[in-house]
C-alpha cells in the first residue's frame, strides 16, 4: 500500500551507544563501497575551528517517512557550471588608456567595480567605446542601460560600492570593442574587475568536477570545454586555478583535454567552499571569444570513519546501530534513507532518518531508529536497504562518508 507525504518528526534525548555485547541484534558490514562514494580511511586529527562554539552534549535523533513515488538520485550530482561571460581586471591607468572587449554577439553587458576602498565612484556617462569599425562613440551613442555606481547602491543590490554597469547597443553588433574610462582623480594604481557578460553569444564555457566533497589530501578532477558550433579550434589559451575561501589562488596544471587535478593539503581555518577556476580564449568567426568559468566544491578534515560495523536490532522499531571511529572531538551526524520492499517486489523509499551526538576520540555507535508505526504504514517489509548514507562532522562542516548503497537487512 503506498503511503501518502506526510512528516513525522521525533527528537529524542539518546546517548551514544558503549561498544558492547548486544543480546538479540544481529551483526552485519557495511557493503563494499563503490569508487564513486567517498570513504574516509585514515584519520587526522583536528582543532575546533576559530570561532566555533564548543559542540553540545545533547543527541539528537529525527526521523520521517517519505512518499513512495519521489525520485531520489543514486548519488548526488557532480558540480558542473556554465558561463558566457568573463573577467579581468585592470589599473586606473588602463582604464584611462583603453581595456580591450571582445564580445562574439551583440548587446554584451559589462560591469566594472573597483578593487580599492575609498568611495571610488564611477560615472558610465563619462566613458568612450571605440567599436570594431575603430569609430570613437560616446556613452550615449555607444550604451544603452546605463547604470551609475550611486544607481546601483540605492538598489540595495549585492555589488561592491562603486560599481557601475551598462550595455553595448545591439546595432554595434559584435567584436573587439575598446573602453576608456577618464579616471582623473584617481591613483593610477588603483584596480578595478571589468566582467564581461554575453546573454546572447553561442560560446560556452562548461566545468565539470568528479566529486562536490573530497576529503583533504585527495584529488579532485576538473574538467573544461570551450564549445560553440562557431568554434574554429581549440582554445588558444587556457589556465586553471584553485582559490582557497579565503581567496588565496594556485595555478593548476592542465592536459592537453582540459583537465587539471587539484589537491588540498590543509583546509582553511574557519573552512568554507573551495573552488577551481578557468580561464579560457579561442578564435571564432566573430573574432576572439574570452571565458572564465568557476564550480565549487568542499573540503573536510578526516577527523572520523565509519569503520564497517553493523548492528541490527529489531524489537518493533528497526535500529540500525553504526559503529564510528573518530580522532577528534566534535559533533558527529549520520543520515540515511531506508528503502523497503513492496508488494509488487518493487523497492521503494519509506523513511529519511538521522542521528547526532558529541564525542571524543576513539570508538563509538550512532543510532538510525525507524519505528514500528512507519515501517507498518509503509506497506513494505524486508529486505530494506539503506541508502545515501552520509557521516557529517558537524563542528568543521565537512562530510566525511557518503555511499549510495550501503546495506541491505533481510
Not at 12 to 20: E, M, Y
Not at 93 to 105: F, K, M, R, W
Not at 314 to 332: K, P
Not at 366 to 383: I, N, Q, R, W
Request: charged share 20%; with cysteine; hydrophobic share 45%.
Amino acid at each position: 500500500m503506498k503511503t501518502k507525504t506526510f512528516l513525522l518528526v521525533s527528537l529524542l534525548c539518546l546517548s551514544t551507544v558503549a561498544i558492547a555485547p548486544n543480546a538479540g541484534a544481529a551483526t552485519l558490514e557495511l557493503l563494499k563501497p563503490e569508487a564513486a562514494d567517498l570513504v574516509t580511511s585514515t584519520l587526522t586529527q583536528a582543532d575546533v575551528p576559530e570561532g566555533v562554539a564548543a559542540p553540545t552534549n545533547e543527541p539528537v535523533r529525527m526521523v520521517w517517512a517519505l512518499d513512495q513515488q519521489t525520485v531520489l538520485a543514486e548519488r548526488p550530482a557532480p558540480p558542473f557550471a556554465e558561463s558566457r561571460s568573463y573577467w579581468f581586471s585592470a589599473s586606473a591607468a588602463e582604464l584611462e588608456a583603453g581595456v580591450g572587449i571582445d564580445a562574439t554577439a551583440a548587446a554584451a553587458v559589462v560591469r566594472i567595480n573597483p578593487l580599492d576602498q575609498g568611495g571610488i565612484s564611477l560615472d558610465p556617462q563619462t566613458f568612450e567605446i571605440i567599436d570594431p569599425a575603430e569609430r570613437t562613440l560616446t556613452a550615449d551613442e555607444s550604451m544603452e542601460y546605463l547604470v551609475s555606481s550611486e544607481q546601483l547602491a540605492a538598489s540595495d543590490n549585492p555589488f561592491p560600492e562603486g560599481t557601475a554597469a551598462f550595455r553595448l547597443r545591439p546595432e554595434l553588433g559584435s567584436g573587439r570593442f575598446v573602453l576608456r574610462a577618464p579616471l582623473p582623480k584617481i591613483d593610477g594604481s588603483s584596480r578595478f574587475v571589468i566582467h564581461v557578460f554575453e546573454p546572447e553569444s553561442a560560446v560556452v564555457a562548461r566545468l565539470a568536477l568528479a566529486a562536490g566533497a573530497i576529503l583533504e589530501g585527495r584529488p579532485v578532477e576538473a574538467a573544461a570545454t570551450l564549445s560553440s558550433t562557431s568554434l574554429n579550434n581549440r582554445p588558444t589559451t587556457a589556465e586553471a586555478f584553485l582559490i582557497a575561501p579565503d581567496g588565496r589562488r594556485t595555478a593548476l596544471r592542465l592536459d592537453g583535454n582540459l583537465v587539471a587535478l587539484a589537491v588540498v593539503d590543509r583546509t582553511v581555518p574557519g573552512g568554507g567552499l573551495w573552488e577551481i577556476e578557468f580561464r579560457l580564449s579561442g578564435s571564432t568567426k566573430h573574432g576572439f571569444v574570452r571565458r572564465t568559468v568557476r564550480s565549487a566544491f568542499s573540503v573536510a578534515a578526516a577527523t572520523a570513519r565509519l569503520d564497517g560495523r553493523v548492528k541490527i536490532v529489531e524489537a518493533g522499531d528497526l535500529t540500525v546501530r553504526l559503529g564510528v571511529d573518530s580522532a577528534a572531538t566534535g559533533r558527529y551526524e549520520i543520515r540515511s534513507v531506508l528503502w523497503g520492499t513492496g508488494t509488487d517486489g518493487a523497492i521503494v523509499p519509506i523513511a529519511v532518518a538521522h542521528s547526532a551526538a558529541s564525542f571524543g576520540a576513539g570508538r563509538r555507535e550512532l543510532e538510525l531508529v525507524f519505528d514500528e508505526k512507519l515501517l507498518s504504514a509503509s506497506g513494505t517489509s524486508a529486505p530494506y536497504e539503506l541508502r545515501d548514507l552520509q557521516l557529517t562532522d558537524q563542528t568543521r562542516m565537512g562530510v566525511l562518508h557518503r555511499q549510495a548503497r550501503a546495506l541491505v537487512i533481510e
